[in-house]
Every structure is written in structure tokens, then in C-alpha cells.
């Protein structure tokens, strides 16, 4: 098939309309050339086997946010790190159908392109499907031990599971303990997986544990996290690095080529009406 024939993506999820995704992977396919359409549908679980087995073969590729990420699993051919994770958020098309999780190769670009390579400790809040990426990221990453903080403890079994086949530790510590405690341990990294607002009170906290603040938030932006790490001299990564560094994957999954970040993440900070740093 011609590269400029056109070929369908299209990012799925409930709700969808704040997606970036087409703006996104349209600069990517303008970047190389491709006459393809990247599309936005509003899918739930529910509806997402129907919605793939109704595709026709112009279809590459689908993005997956919540609330599909585990329902993907069931769609095609999951590879190690997403039996790993539980959770996918790329969809290959044609068959058969791969299933695959560019969040954790995205969350270790992103720490590259900030000037963290590797990692010997580290600190997540949350214990969902990002949550996990993180953890399988940063164990990647050579993370000797992870401290999650939890609401409830129970949600990040999966979370210590993971950990069994690596070399990392993972300790799972009560969120309302670490909140009352008024410090943590000192780490390399600290990466907030939680909705906006849910780390307002653990900023100071986090912000002094940690030099690296990664807060996979990127609208409203910047959170309280944000900004504390920021006031302390602490480097800070967001959530449209993260979103950009997963969709340079997903192209490169779906077209075969690669693209400049650079062109991605300066196509979002416009968007957001975020200013490009200096």
C-alpha cells in the first residue's frame, strides 16, 4: 500500500472530547507526508467490541484512554509488558491484532527528555491503570524499590505482583498515613498518577522528597504539585510530555515511521495555550 493512501486511526474512550490525540497525530502524519484521518469516538467497554469488529480495512489503528484500557485486552494479541501492566492502550488493526501499551515507553521518554535516565528509588501515587504503567516504567528504568501510596492498599496488589519478576522492590504504604506522617523518604523521582486535586495535600510532602516531579495531569495545568516542585528548584514533567512521547510510539506502531517529538509537544503547548519554555 502507497504511504499516502489514506489509512483510518482514531483514539476511543468515554469521555473523549478533551483528547489531544487528533491534533497530535495529525501533525505527526502532515510531519511524514501520510494522507491519513485520525479520528475521535466516544466508546465505552461496553461498546468496544462492536466498534472494532465494525471496521473495514482502511483501519490502522485505535488509541484507547479510559475506560478501555483493560477492555482491550480481550481484542487481539497482548504482548509481555501489557500481560505485565493489565492494561493497553493501542489497538493494531491489522491482523492479527496486536495489543500493546505505549504508556510506559511514553512515561520513560518523557523522564529521558528531562534528564533522568535511570532510577534507583521512586515514589507513585495512585494504583490505576496509569499507576501501574508507571511502576512497570520505572522498574524498567533500574528502580531498586517503589514506594505507592494508596487509598486503599488493597488496589495495588497488582501494582507488587509486577515487581515479583524484576528486581525491584514494591512497598505499598497507606495514602492518609503518609499524609499524617508530614514527610517522605527521599527519592529520585515522584510520579502522581491522580486526578487533579487528589495530591494538593501531599504537595509539600512529595515536592521535598523528591529532585524529579512527574504529574500526568496536563489539563488544568499546572497542579498545586506542580508548582510546589517548581518554587523548590525541582525538574518537573507533565502529562502532555507523557501524551506526546506515547503518541510518538503509537505512530510509530501504526505508520512505521518515527517523528520529532519536538513537533507534538510544541503542536499541544499551543493548544492548551501553554507557553514553550524560555
Not at 91 to 105: S, Y
Not at 208 to 232: H, K, Q, S
Not at 235 to 256: N, Y
Request: charged share 20%; net charge negative; proline share 6%.
Amino acid at each position: 500500500m502507497d504511504d499516502r493512501t489514506e489509512r483510518i486511526c482514531a483514539v476511543l474512550g468515554d469521555p473523549i472530547g478533551h483528547s489531544l490525540s487528533p491534533l497530535l497525530h495529525q501533525t505527526a502524519y502532515r510531519a511524514l507526508g501520510l494522507g491519513w484521518e485520525y479520528q475521535r469516538h466516544r466508546v465505552d467497554a461496553a461498546g468496544l467490541p462492536a466498534f472494532v469488529a465494525g471496521l473495514d480495512g482502511r483501519w490502522r489503528g485505535l488509541s484507547l484512554t479510559m475506560p478501555l484500557k483493560e477492555a482491550a485486552l480481550a481484542l487481539g494479541e497482548p504482548d509481555a509488558t501489557v500481560l505485565a501492566v493489565g492494561a493497553a492502550n493501542t489497538l493494531l488493526l491489522d491482523e492479527p491484532r496486536q495489543v500493546r501499551n505505549t504508556d510506559v515507553g511514553g512515561l520513560q521518554r518523557a523522564l529521558g527528555a528531562a534528564g533522568t535516565g535511570t532510577v534507583g528509588t521512586a515514589l507513585v501515587l495512585g494504583t490505576g491503570a496509569t499507576a501501574r504503567s508507571a511502576v512497570a516504567a520505572l522498574l524498567g528504568m533500574g528502580a531498586a524499590r517503589i514506594t505507592v501510596l494508596a487509598r486503599r492498599p488493597e488496589r495495588a496488589e497488582p501494582l507488587v505482583a509486577m515487581a515479583a519478576g524484576a528486581a525491584g522492590e514494591v512497598e505499598v504504604r497507606p495514602w492518609a498515613e503518609a499524609v499524617a506522617a508530614g514527610s517522605l523518604d527521599p527519592v529520585d523521582v515522584a510520579v502522581s498518577t491522580v486526578v487533579a486535586g487528589a495530591a494538593d495535600a501531599l504537595a509539600p510532602q512529595v515536592a521535598g522528597a523528591a529532585p524529579v516531579v512527574f504529574d500526568v495531569i496536563y489539563d488544568p495545568w499546572p497542579t498545586v504539585l506542580a508548582e510546589t516542585a517548581a518554587r523548590t528548584g525541582g525538574t518537573v514533567v507533565d502529562g502532555l510530555d507523557l501524551l506526546v512521547h506515547q503518541a510518538v510510539l503509537q505512530v510509530e506502531l501504526m505508520t512505521g515511521r518515527t517523528v520529532d517529538p519536538g513537533l507534538l509537544l510544541s503542536a499541544g503547548r499551543e493548544a492548551v495555550g501553554r507557553p514553550s519554555p524560555g
